[in-house]
T-cell receptor, first 112, second 111 residues
Framework: DGGITQSPKYLFRKEGQNVTLSCEQNLNHDAMYWYRQDPGQGLRLIYYSQIVNDFQKGDIAEGYSVSREKKESFPLTVTSAQKNPTAFYLC???????????FGSGTRLTVV | EDKVVQSPLSLVVHEGDTVTLNCSYEVTNFRSLLWYKQEKKAPTFLFMLTSSGIEKKSGRLSSILDKKELSSILNITATQTGDSAIYLCAVEGGGSYIPTFGRGTSLIVHP
């Protein structure tokens, strides 16, 4: 079945550590997105990519980095520069700019 | 800056009630408005409304787009406990057509 797989489902990070969240899709979608969700805040865009080897900053990119070396994969690294990384992270994809979006099941990141 | 505002932020009802959720937006180059339901983790798609499709219905759920008022409503009739979720509104527009999401409406339906 086609879909988006995010891993891990739960992740714990120590202060000062970088961690990488995985997002893989087999929908042959061109565009992929990373959102952060905090309670009562809705979804805020971190980064997006509309084509392989190209990506753009979203509204809250500081402290995060991404890569898009393959169409299927769009990993997100939460760096130590992100001072408040505890949140729920959602990855999404779409066929082109806009249109229907498919979401992964999310990764809940907690700083310990 | 694109803006999407949902109201109310939270709502508690009893089974059988009818609810109306609101979404208003300020977006340049409007392309579409999307409604999603988020129960535990992944938001699931409900409706897409565009200039050529301003009203959608699926079972007990329906949605209308008012392009003049720059808003949309999501109606749920005869609510059930399974309707308990966060309902997200997103609008595509601007130069990149990347969706801007509202904060969501948290709906709790008591038996």
């Amino acid at each position: 079945d086609g879909g988006i797989t995010q891993s891990p489902k739960y992740l714990f990070r120590k202060e000062g550590q970088n961690v990488t969240l995985s997002c893989e899709q087999n929908l042959n979608h061109d565009a992929m997105y990373w959102y952060r969700q905090d309670p009562g805040q809705g979804l805020r865009l971190i980064y997006y990519s509309q084509i392989v080897n190209d990506f753009q900053k979203g509204d809250i990119a500081e402290g995060y980095s991404v890569s898009r070396e393959k169409k299927e994969s769009f990993p997100l690294t939460v760096t130590s520069a992100q001072k408040n990384p505890t949140a729920f992270y959602l990855c999404a994809s779409s066929m082109d700019r806009g249109g229907g979006y498919t979401f992964g099941s999310g990764t809940r990141l907690t700083v310990v | 800056e694109d803006k999407v505002v949902q109201s109310p932020l939270s709502l508690v009802v009893h089974e059988g009630d009818t609810v109306t959720l609101n979404c208003s937006y300020e977006v340049t180059n409007f392309r579409s408005l999307l409604w999603y339901k988020q129960e535990k983790k992944a938001p699931t798609f409900l409706f897409m409304l565009t200039s050529s499709g301003i009203e959608k219905k699926s079972g007990r759920l329906s949605s209308i787009l008012d392009k003049k008022e720059l808003s949309s409503i999501l109606n749920i009739t005869a609510t059930q406990t399974g309707d308990s979720a966060i309902y997200l509104c997103a609008v595509e527009g601007g130069g990149s057509y990347i969706p801007t999401f509202g904060r969501g409406t948290s709906l709790i339906v008591h038996p």
